[in-house]
């Protein structure tokens, strides 16, 4: 089975561009988590689709950030537009819904930004 | 969201157990415990989960006291190549889940 798959997997882009990041969940998991890793600091969860419904935005850090989920299955970030600040690694995670919402994420490898 | 505080780092020897305790004191009642182990440049790896008590899988052990306000990850016979970064998260009924700043482990020949 394949597992989370996040691209591309390295960005390189210049202040005030767009970047749009993608991630393709495990097949059939219905949850799916964006999480960030600014320099130096904890990853951080940014919000949790259901499907195709935002469960929870509350991690997003401000309105440069917009994330889809169209038909619930893979889902975009895109950070627009971008600043230095904004440069670190993005997880996405996707889990089961289960008999319990702490049903197991499964991270991708990431997706390392730099802004210059 | 219950913070997680853990030791920055440990070192350890090839065949040792290892147990990294993790603290957890604004746990609440719904709320799971989980371990991630994470390699340089991959995304954080699930390694075991559990509620109360004590969980054990193929890879490790998890060891939850009653208060459940600290949990302690127990690595048995640990390798070279089990030097990675592992946290602890506290997961709530709403799926939401923190990382702290992890435990960087190394293991020695």
């Known amino acids: 089975e394949a597992g989370v798959t996040q691209f591309p997997s390295h960005s390189v882009i210049e202040k005030g561009q767009t970047v749009t990041l993608r991630c393709d969940p495990i097949?059939?998991?219905?949850?799916l988590y964006w999480y960030r890793r600014v320099m130096g600091k904890e990853i951080k969860f940014l919000l949790h689709?259901?499907?195709?419904?935002?469960?929870?935005e509350s991690g997003m850090p401000n309105n440069r950030f917009l994330a889809e989920r169209t038909g619930g299955t893979y889902s975009t970030l895109k950070v627009q537009p971008a600043e230095l600040e904004d440069s670190g690694v993005y997880f996405c995670?996707?889990?089961?819904?289960?008999?319990?919402?702490?049903?197991?994420?499964?991270f991708g490898p990431g997706t390392r930004l730099l802004v210059l | 969201l219950a913070k997680t505080t853990q030791p920055i780092s440990m070192d350890s020897y090839e065949g040792q157990e290892v147990n990294i305790t993790c603290s957890h004191n604004n746990i609440a009642t719904n709320d799971y415990i989980t371990w991630y182990q994470q390699f340089p440049s991959q995304g954080p790896r699930f390694i075991i989960q559990?509620?109360?008590t004590k969980v054990t899988n193929e890879v490790a052990s998890l060891f939850i006291p009653a208060d459940r306000k600290s949990s302690t990850l127990s690595l048995p016979r640990v390798s070279l190549s089990d030097t990675a970064v592992y946290y602890c998260l506290v997961i709530t009924n709403a799926g939401k889940s923190t990382f702290g700043d992890g435990t960087t482990l190394t293991v020695k020949p």
């Open positions: 559990g509620y109360k």
């Open positions: 995670a996707s889990s089961q819904v289960g008999s319990t919402i702490q049903e197991t994420q499964y």
């Open positions: 689709f259901v499907k195709e419904s935002k469960q929870d």
């Open positions: 097949s059939g998991h219905d949850n």
